[in-house]
Antibody, heavy 118, light 112 residues
């Protein structure tokens, strides 16, 4: 079955960096674009970034553009989110998600918590 | 940019009674290919989100048929025909485009 497992979260000081990973299994990873979506404590869902199946195009929310970089290693079935210049407002649970707009395929990981605090 | 507004913010429903959530977009969601990529998600307490409905009215796998989606253009609705205890959570509408996702602010559903 499809599984997405995030890792790499933790506590980091403002201005610091962190790299999240999302290990995928149960489907042909290289055929699908994947999103990062985050959720601040007690808040709603907030889209972060998307990368196409072959890594040819990346898209970012304005709030993270220039600070976050999404990438993937299709040989290792793994998605990444490199986060730099972290701010307190980046504190959230970060989910990777495989979402098909046109078919009943929607999969989310369990999330990894990033806390930005001094 | 598309702005998606949900209402109400919260809903208190008696078990077995219907519930309805509205989602309005700042612009038409009919895409250039003729499709409308409006989705509904459920997030139960302590869980990851789970999609219920895609392309306005299509069920995702395993979704009970008491959930239904409808609407067009800029106005959309998620209906629960008879609310059950397991339906407690927050519901989000979401628009998907080639450049990314836009979520509504969420509607909290609780049992009265």
């Amino acid at each position: 079955q499809v599984q997405l497992v995030e890792s790499g979260g933790g506590v980091v000081q403002p201005g610091g960096s962190l790299r999240l990973s999302c290990a995928a299994s149960g489907f042909t990873f290289s055929n699908f674009g994947i999103h990062w979506v985050r959720q601040a404590p007690g808040k709603g869902l907030d889209w972060v970034a998307f990368i196409r199946s072959d890594g040819s195009n990346e898209y970012y929310a304005d709030s993270v553009k220039g600070r976050f970089t999404i990438s993937r290693d299709n040989s290792k079935n793994t998605l990444f989110l490199r986060m730099r210049d972290l701010r307190v407002e980046d504190t959230a649970v970060y989910y990777c998600a495989k979402i098909s707009y046109s078919s009943n395929e929607d999969y989310w990981g369990q999330g990894t918590l990033v806390t930005v605090s001094s | 940019d598309i702005v998606v507004t949900q209402s109400p913010l919260s809903l208190s429903v008696t078990l077995g009674q219907p519930a309805s959530i509205s989602c309005r977009s700042s612009q038409s969601l009919v895409y250039s290919d003729g499709n409308t990529y409006l989705n509904w998600f459920q997030q139960r307490p302590g869980q990851s989100p789970r999609r219920l409905i895609y392309k306005v009215s299509n069920w995702d796998s395993g979704v009970p048929d008491r959930f239904s989606g409808g609407g067009s253009d800029t106005d959309f609705t998620l209906k629960i025909s008879r609310v059950e205890a397991e339906d407690v959570g927050i519901y989000y509408c979401m628009v998907g485009t080639q450049e990314g996702l836009t979520f509504g602010g969420g509607t909290k559903v609780e049992i009265k």
